[in-house]
T-cell receptor
Framework: KQEVTQIPAALSVPEGENLVLNCSFTDSAIYNLQWFRQDPGKGLTSLLLIQSSQREQTSGRLNASLDKSSGRSTLYIAASQPGDSATYLCAVRKGAQKLVFGQGTRLTINP | ETGVTQTPRHLVMGMTNKKSLKCEQHLGHNAMYWYKQSAKKPLELMFVYSLEERVENNSVPSRFSPECPNSSHLFLHLHTLQPEDSALYLC?????????????FGPGTRLTVT
């Protein structure tokens, strides 16, 4: 059974710092991995999707890496801003439709 | 309206009530999903519909009954729920069923069962 773990569960950093969020998964047979952002009381916004054949994806200040063999992904956020405060969820695609989610990292950027 | 919308946004119901959650997607997608997000647990897939046909039921209790009348609308009918069913229920849609298709999520319905 695929399990996804995100560490840390919560993170608080000063504005302007670069930071890394971690995601690990137990079964390396995945189609792709996706990072989402969830603001309080709201749905999920997709940030980056990495196919299993890719090593990384970049979008603006965000960079996500994937090491399928070791079952790990990282989300790097450069020059963090208070607006980056949210819960970040990692999910792996196992099967045609099934997304398996981690519990998320709650990120707070302090002005 | 754009994207994926869900109504109501908040719902409080007793254990003997019957209510329905509604999801509508304006993206022209062919697949729709229900997810449950409980406190301190990861998001869990409940149901998958593709071209209005249910293709996956993730061992969900029968007190949750999905309905997909067309490719744009998805309902979750609720009856005789338990307090542990209190959660955020998220709807999502995708263009197709394959793994390369991203899922787009709605804002969710916050359900409280008293």
């Amino acid at each position: 059974k695929q399990e996804v773990t995100q560490i840390p569960a919560a993170l608080s950093v000063p504005e302007g710092e670069n930071l890394v969020l971690n995601c690990s998964f137990t079964d390396s047979a995945i189609y792709n991995l996706q990072w989402f952002r969830q603001d309080p009381g709201k749905g999920l916004t997709s940030l980056l999707l990495i196919q299993s054949s890719q090593r990384e994806q970049t979008s603006g200040r965000l960079n996500a890496s994937l090491d399928k063999s070791s079952g790990r992904s990282t989300l790097y956020i450069a020059a963090s801003q208070p607006g980056d405060s949210a819960t970040y969820l990692c999910a792996v695609r196992k099967g045609a439709q099934k997304l398996v989610f981690g519990q998320g990292t709650r990120l707070t950027i302090n002005p | 309206e754009t994207g994926v919308t869900q109504t109501p946004r908040h719902l409080v119901m007793g254990m003997t009530n019957k209510k329905s959650l509604k999801c509508e997607q304006h993206l022209g997608h062919n697949a729709m999903y229900w997810y449950k997000q409980s406190a301190k647990k990861p998001l869990e897939l409940m149901f998958v519909y593709s071209l209005e046909e249910r293709v996956e039921n993730n061992s969900v209790p029968s007190r949750f009954s999905p309905e997909c009348p067309n490719s744009s609308h998805l309902f979750l009918h609720l009856h005789t729920l338990q307090p542990e069913d209190s959660a955020l229920y998220l709807c999502a849609s995708s263009q197709g069923r394959g793994p390369s298709y991203e899922q787009y999520f709605g804002p969710g319905t916050r359900l409280t069962v008293t």
